[in-house]
């Protein structure tokens, strides 16, 4: 990685000297380098690059275009990383709004926007929402044959992650599994970024679901469960006292 973030870094400075800072080219270039950034968990210096590179398309080919569309994603998976979910959220629906107006709200672009919101709506534990995005992209994808893709695993990766925050361990499974199949069957395997993820959740979902089936798994589900009755009756009786 560090030898490409050379390569990439030497190319830049030959852009800038050839046709300008200011051209489509260098933005190209800065994208690729945030790429490598991204990948080496340097995120704080990938979103400076896709800063630098947004204002550059910006520039030369409008704001409201595809190219600043898919930037703008690249930035709100990059704010997720860093923990900015509510900047992360502003960034994906500007996007959204972008494919709207051009038309291509049926993409494959826009299927990785609503993935990327979804992702979002997870960390917030919107959970119905994170799922109905993750449906949406997945139908997109469906339509435009890409079911067995990277893209589609990562959506099958996210969704299988709504289902083990909200503890149905079976379901997260089964989607993370989808998720290793449909990354292999597009070339993928097990060590590289996205299949190393997807066997880290396989594997955390077999040990939570191993979890409950024991003794003491059962137990925390029975008193997780017994809280929430109360919970309930306590506010149906809170409710009934104001009634009187």
Known sequence: HEE???LYAEALEITAECVGRQTV??????HSLANVRREQQRHAEALALESEALEIYEACVG?????????LNNMACLHLKLGRHDEALALVEEALHIYEALGLQQSVDCANVLDTKGEVRLNQQQYDEALALADESLRI???????QSNICAQVLNNKGKVRLAQQRYAEALQLFEEAQHANTASGGNDSDWLGATICDNIR????RQSGESSPAGRRRTALSVAASAAAVLGAALAFKATKR
Do not use: F, K, N, P
């Open 4 to 6: 490409a973030a050379r």
């Open 25 to 30: 080219t260098y933005a190209d270039t800065l």
């Open 63 to 71: 704001r409201q275009s595809a190219q600043c569309a898919a930037l």
């Open 141 to 147: 994808l469906e339509s435009h044959g890409h079911r």
């Open 204 to 207: 955390l979902a077999q040990q």
